[in-house]
């Protein structure tokens, strides 16, 4: 691997004494760069330290010598000076500009998880539409994050990947890594996933796992979730869906006052519109609601509510939101009637 690494035991392939285990191919540039200004450190440190402290002891003030200066300047002592430095940080601007490119630009075939970021936790969602409050990804192939934000700004940082990107809403923030794995980890590792950037109170809890699966482990976990998915009653999912996708945060389920009407306050109510005709609620209403937020609403919720099409939302997902919502009216019709209203 690196030849400074060899140097020095301390460093070990990347991670080590520094860093964090490094566990994608990112990780080894980023550590090998850092290790690279580190010892350009070392060395300058170590030859400044030494020659000033001869110059100190070898011409020291002593008893009987009158001290004279001789020297005005000295040309090839200040171009060396002057040159090898410059020359250096080239060396570390190309190496480092080549790092970032590569970490800037994923290669062609990345597999696509999508992420959603939101006061406090993670979610991510897969090609076939399982989604996950854990990172999970196979070692071996480039992933690309489609990132985005529903609120404020987050940051994504896996550590032992040195990969870290920020979210800010209402734009999609890329980033993309090569996890890599070793015979020792077996099937399957963990990695500690962050939110870096401050995003309010809970900021220090908004953290997940990265989880490296083998290919096959991953292809396996990948089916697995999903059957799982398709096995789960419609209003688990819609559960599931409500408090993971972000719905959670501007609509209660109790008739608590957020940014977007209750959810048990949805069917069989009359909603009414300022640029449309008032509408008895029912599942065609919550179904464009979803979907087509601004066709009633050009106002209000309509500016607020982000619109969920196919590709963000599938129809199983839309299909076992409504459920869900249906089941929280039905309870409120219930204690209605219970209490006689
Ligand atoms: Cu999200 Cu800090």
Redesign the pocket.
């Known amino acids: 691997m690196n030849f400074l690494n060899q140097l020095n035991p301390m460093f070990g392939e990347g991670g080590g004494f520094w860093f964090p285990r490094a566990a994608s191919t990112t990780a080894y540039h980023v550590d090998s760069l850092f290790d690279l200004i580190l010892w350009i450190c070392i060395v300058f440190f170590v030859i400044i330290v030494a020659v000033m402290l001869y110059f100190m002891i070898a011409y020291r003030r002593r008893e009987g010598v009158e001290a004279v200066r001789t020297a005005t300047h000295n040309d090839v002592l200040e171009i060396t000076w002057s040159v090898i430095p410059t020359l250096l940080i080239f060396v570390i601007f190309a190496k480092g500009f080549a790092g970032y490119l590569d970490m800037r630009t994923p290669p062609e075939n990345t597999y696509i998880v999508n992420v959603y970021?939101k006061?406090?936790g993670w979610t991510f969602k897969y090609p076939n539409g399982v989604i996950s409050s854990n990172l999970h990804v196979p070692a071996g192939v480039p992933v690309e994050l489609k990132m985005q934000s529903e609120d404020v700004i987050?940051?994504f940082f896996v550590p032992a990947f040195r990969v870290k990107q920020d979210i800010v809403p209402g734009r999609i923030a890329t980033t993309w890594f090569e996890a890599t794995m070793t015979e020792e980890d077996g099937q399957m590792v963990e990695y500690d996933l962050f939110?870096?950037?401050?995003?309010g109170q809970q900021?220090a809890d908004?953290k997940a796992k990265a989880v490296v699966h083998e290919r096959k482990s991953f292809d396996c976990w990948l089916v697995y979730e999903r059957q799982k998915l398709l096995d789960m009653p419609p209003i688990d999912l819609g559960k599931i869906l409500y408090e993971q996708r972000g719905c959670v945060g501007c609509h209660s389920i109790d008739g608590t006052r957020k940014v977007g009407p209750s959810f048990n306050k949805t069917f069989g109510q009359e909603h009414k519109f300022s640029n449309a005709d008032p509408v008895v609620g029912d599942e065609e209403y919550v179904r464009e609601s979803i979907r087509y937020p601004q066709r009633k609403v050009r106002e209000g919720y309509g500016g607020v509510m982000p619109a969920y099409p196919e590709s963000q939302l599938e129809m199983l997902e839309l299909d076992a939101l409504i459920a869900y919502i249906k089941s929280v009216n039905e309870d409120e019709q219930i204690r209605d009637e219970a209490f006689g209203n």
């Open positions: 970021a006061k406090w987050h940051s939110c870096t950037e401050y995003c900021h908004m």
